[in-house]
Antibody, heavy 122, light 107 residues
C-alpha cells in the first residue's frame, strides 16, 4: 500500500489550488481517504474523508465550504482543493487511507502519504 | 465536538523506561480510539486502533488500553526509535478529533 502526494506549493492569497494523493497497492475505490492538516509547529486536525467509489464525503465543519475533497477512480487519485487560498491555509496536508473492517467498523488511518506543504504568502 | 486531552504535553524519559501517556475524551468514545506516532518531518504512523489493537508491524512493547473517556498508551521499555510525538484520535463522532499531542523527549 502506498499513497504518494503531489509536491510542495507556493501560492498567493486568493489563488486556487488542487493537491493530489495517488494510491497504489490496494483497491483504491473501496477505501475511504482522509485528509489531515498540520499547521507549522502544531498538532493534527482531521479535515474529512472521501469515498472514491461514489465520492461520498464527510467534512469537519471547520473545513466545510473552505475545501473540496474529491477522487478519481480511473487514476486512483484523491484530491483536496481550494478556490481561494488564505494565508492561514499555510500548512502540511496529509492524505491517509481510512479502512473499514469486514463488520463495517472504522479502523485507524493506516497508511499515510508523505505530505504536501502548502505555503500561502503575498 | 469531542475534545481529546492528552497528558502530559511533554515527557522526559530514559532508554528502557516504562512510559504512559493518557488521553481523556470530553464524552464517551467507547473504544473508538487510535494512537499515532509522529517523528519530525515525517507523516504520522498508526500504532493502535480500537483502543487496544496493535497495528500490524508495530512492536509489541507498545500497548493501548481504556474505554469510555480514559485511555492510555504504554511503551513498556523505551527504545531510541520511540522519541517522537504521540497523538490520540477518536473516531466515533464527526468531526473526528485528535489530542494535542505528547512529545516524548530524551531525559
Amino acid at each position: 500500500v502506498q499513497l504518494v502526494q503531489s509536491g510542495a506549493e507556493v501560492k498567493k492569497p486568493g489563488e486556487s489550488l488542487k493537491i493530489s494523493c495517488k494510491g497504489s497497492g490496494y483497491s483504491f475505490s473501496n477505501h475511504w481517504i482522509g485528509w489531515v492538516r498540520q499547521m507549522p509547529g502544531k498538532g493534527l486536525e482531521w479535515m474529512g474523508i472521501v469515498y472514491p467509489d461514489d465520492s461520498e464525503t464527510k467534512y469537519n465543519p471547520t473545513f466545510q465550504g473552505q475545501v473540496t475533497m474529491s477522487a478519481d477512480t480511473s487514476t486512483n487519485t484523491a484530491y483536496l482543493q481550494w478556490s481561494s487560498l488564505k494565508t492561514s491555509d499555510t500548512a502540511m496536508y496529509y492524505c491517509a487511507r481510512q479502512p473499514v473492517d469486514d463488520s463495517g467498523y472504522w479502523l485507524g488511518l493506516d497508511n499515510w502519504g508523505q505530505g504536501t506543504l502548502v505555503t500561502v504568502s503575498s | 465536538d469531542i475534545q481529546m486531552t492528552q497528558s502530559p504535553s511533554t515527557l522526559s524519559a530514559s532508554l528502557g523506561d516504562r512510559v504512559t501517556i493518557t488521553c481523556r475524551a470530553s464524552q464517551s468514545v467507547s473504544t473508538w480510539l487510535a494512537w499515532y506516532q509522529q517523528k519530525p518531518g515525517k507523516a504520522p504512523k498508526l500504532l493502535i486502533y480500537q483502543a487496544s489493537s496493535l497495528e500490524s508491524g508495530v512492536p509489541s512493547y507498545f500497548s493501548g488500553s481504556g474505554s469510555g473517556t480514559e485511555f492510555t498508551l504504554t511503551i513498556s521499555s523505551l527504545q531510541p526509535d520511540d522519541f517522537a510525538t504521540y497523538y490520540c484520535q477518536q473516531y466515533i463522532t464527526y468531526p473526528w478529533t485528535f489530542g494535542q499531542g505528547t512529545k516524548v523527549e530524551i531525559k
